[in-house]
C-alpha cells in the first residue's frame, strides 16, 4: 500500500512538464495531487469515492488486479501521479518503520483511478527487491507505457521497480503536517 509519497524535485518539473511545483517531502491522503489524465497535468483530491456511494469511502489505493471486479471501481478513468518517491512502513512484532522508496531522485509515474470525487494510487505485489519491507507497492509505469496505461492497455511490472532504491527514515514522516527534508534523510 502507498500511503504516502513525494514530489519534491522543482528543476526536474520544469524540466519534465514546464511547471512550477511547491516542492513537497510528505504527500498525505485527502491532500490535492498531480495527475495527468493524457491531456493535461491538474489537481484532485487524493481520496477515490465511487459515483453511487453515500458516505464517501475515501480509498487511496486500488489493486490492479481488482480493478475491474470490484463494484467500487466501475466507471472509473485512469491517470497517472506524478512522483519521485514514496513511504512504506515496514511491520515487526514491536515496530513501525517508515522506509522511503525512490528512483535516482527521479521522477517517475504511479497508475491511478480517478473520477470526479478523487483518485487512487493503483497497487500491484512488490518487486523482489523490496518485498520485505511491504508486500504492496505502486505500479510503476515508464513514461513510454503512460498513455497506454491512459488509454487501458493492459500491462504487466515495468522494470522499474526491480531499479527502486530505499533507506528507513524517522518516524517524523508519520505526521502529515511535517512536510521537510527530514521526512526522506536516512538514519
Known amino acids: 500500500m502507498c ?11 520544469k524540466d519534465k512538464y514546464n511547471i512550477e511545483i511547491i516542492p513537497s517531502y510528505n ?4 491532500q490535492k495531487i498531480l495527475i495527468f489524465n493524457g491531456d493535461t497535468l491538474g489537481y484532485i483530491r ?5 459515483r453511487w456511494a453515500k458516505i464517501p469511502m ?18 472509473y478513468k485512469r491517470c497517472v501521479i506524478i512522483a519521485d518517491g ?10 513501525r518503520t517508515p522506509f522511503y522508496h525512490y528512483l535516482n531522485d527521479k521522477i517517475f509515474h504511479m497508475a491511478g483511478i480517478y473520477n470526479n470525487n478523487g483518485c487512487a494510487i493503483v497497487t500491484t505485489n512488490s518487486s523482489e527487491n523490496i518485498q520485505h519491507i511491504h508486500h504492496r507497492q505502486p505500479f510503476l509505469l515508464r513514461d ?5 496505461w491512459i488509454k487501458d492497455n493492459e500491462l504487466t511490472n515495468s522494470s522499474l521497480s526491480e531499479k527502486i532504491q530505499y533507506h528507513p527514515v524517522s518516524k517524523f514522516v508519520n505526521l502529515p503536517s511535517n512536510n521537510n527534508i527530514k521526512c526522506i534523510e536516512s538514519i
Open 3 to 13: 500511503g504516502r509519497y513525494t514530489l519534491k524535485n522543482k528543476r526536474k518539473m
Open 27 to 30: 504527500i498525505a491522503p485527502s
Open 46 to 50: 487524493w481520496s477515490f469515492s465511487p
Open 58 to 75: 475515501n480509498l487511496i489505493n486500488a489493486r490492479k488486479e481488482s480493478l475491474s471486479i470490484k463494484p467500487s471501481f466501475r466507471n
Open 86 to 95: 514514496w513511504f512504506e512502513w515496514q511491520n515487526t512484532k514491536d515496530n
Open 144 to 148: 513510454l507505457h503512460i498513455l497506454g
